[in-house]
């Protein structure tokens, strides 16, 4: 009960609108519906992945306030595929919420087992961008995702920081803010497997806030992406 709370706190802070109609993809490794801690009536469909890509995408059009994809760029051969027919079935002022893995995320560097590779420092052995004839799975640097997103036509994107990870969200941080209390006194690093850690993974956050590329390792990243304007007015959760 204690992890389902924890993962609850992904979403649960997000303003959904009253009523809103939201499908949530389903990666090959990862169910989402419990992340969604919210009320307000709101109607939730969900959709494995390549169920999502090969046929719902077809007839769903301008259909959804929200679809929220966790891991789920991870999980496809191509992204930009999967993030078009995303805009094609969300409503014109509709949003896709996109949860990520980071390339660079801090725990990869402390000894955490890297995703989608078998080891560790795989995903830092990779660091080639995605392309249509280089398709395999794989983690993507923050501005590779946001390259996606606009080249799909997703202009206007909120980014925010995620720690230890999406399972255990204590800290979601606004790209455009920077902590300013000291992260070895407010943050615990968690790990699937702490046996090869060697890292104290809260004193390098705090190094990387004074020379300002906290955000650059942050180990997941949420999403906020939509064709309107959107307010920028939360800033930590």
Same mark, same amino acid.
Not at 85 to 98: A, N, Q, S, V
Not at 173 to 188: L, S
Not at 203 to 211: P, Q
């Given at each position: 009960?204690?992890?389902?709370?924890?993962?609850?706190?992904?979403?649960?802070?997000?303003?959904?609108?009253?009523?809103?109609?939201?499908?949530?993809?389903?990666?090959?490794?990862?169910?989402? +519906?419990? @992340?969604? #801690?919210?009320? $307000?009536?709101?109607?939730?469909? &969900?959709?494995?992945?390549? *169920?999502?890509? =090969?046929?719902?995408?077809?007839?769903?059009?301008?259909?959804?306030?929200?679809?929220?994809?966790?891991?789920?760029?991870?999980?496809?051969?191509?992204?930009?595929?999967?993030?078009?027919?995303?805009?094609?079935?969300?409503?014109?002022?509709?949003?896709?919420?996109?949860?990520?893995?980071?390339?660079?995320?801090?725990?990869?560097?402390?000894?955490?087992?890297?995703?989608?590779? +078998?080891? @560790?420092? #795989?995903?830092? $052995?990779?660091?080639?961008?995605? &392309?249509?004839?280089?398709? *395999?799975?794989? =983690?993507?640097?923050?501005?590779?995702?946001?390259?996606?997103?606009?080249?799909?036509?997703?202009?206007?994107?909120?980014?925010?920081?995620?720690?230890?990870?999406?399972?255990?969200?204590?800290?979601?941080?606004?790209?455009?803010?920077?902590?300013?209390?000291?992260?070895?006194?407010?943050?615990?690093?968690?790990?699937?497997?702490?046996?090869?850690?060697?890292?104290?993974?809260?004193?390098?956050?705090?190094?990387?806030?004074?020379?300002?590329?906290?955000?650059?390792?942050?180990?997941?990243?949420?999403?906020?992406?939509?064709?309107?304007?959107?307010?920028?007015?939360?800033?930590?959760?």
């Amino acid at each position: 009960e204690v992890d389902n709370f924890m993962s609850n706190g992904l979403l649960a802070w997000y303003p959904f609108s009253s009523e809103a109609k939201i499908l949530i993809l389903n990666s090959r490794n990862n169910s989402t +519906n419990y @992340f969604l #801690g919210c009320g $307000n009536n709101i109607n939730i469909e &969900s959709s494995d992945l390549d *169920t999502f890509i =090969n046929s719902y995408s077809r007839y769903a059009t301008n259909l959804y306030d929200y679809i929220i994809g966790i891991l789920a760029i991870e999980n496809v051969d191509n992204p930009v595929d999967l993030l078009l027919k995303t805009r094609k079935c969300l409503k014109p002022t509709g949003k896709l919420i996109l949860v990520t893995d980071n390339k660079l995320g801090l725990r990869y560097f402390c000894g955490e087992k890297t995703l989608n590779y +078998n080891g @560790f420092f #795989g995903n830092l $052995n990779a660091l080639s961008s995605f &392309s249509e004839s280089n398709n *395999t799975k794989k =983690n993507f640097l923050k501005a590779e995702i946001k390259d996606f997103l606009c080249s799909c036509g997703f202009n206007n994107i909120n980014c925010y920081s995620i720690l230890p990870n999406l399972y255990k969200p204590q800290l979601i941080f606004n790209e455009n803010y920077t902590p300013t209390e000291k992260m070895e006194n407010r943050y615990i690093p968690y790990y699937e497997d702490s046996d090869n850690i060697f890292l104290d993974e809260a004193k390098i956050y705090d190094a990387l806030i004074k020379n300002n590329v906290f955000h650059e390792f942050a180990n997941n990243y949420l999403f906020e992406c939509s064709n309107f304007p959107l307010e920028s007015n939360i800033f930590q959760i």
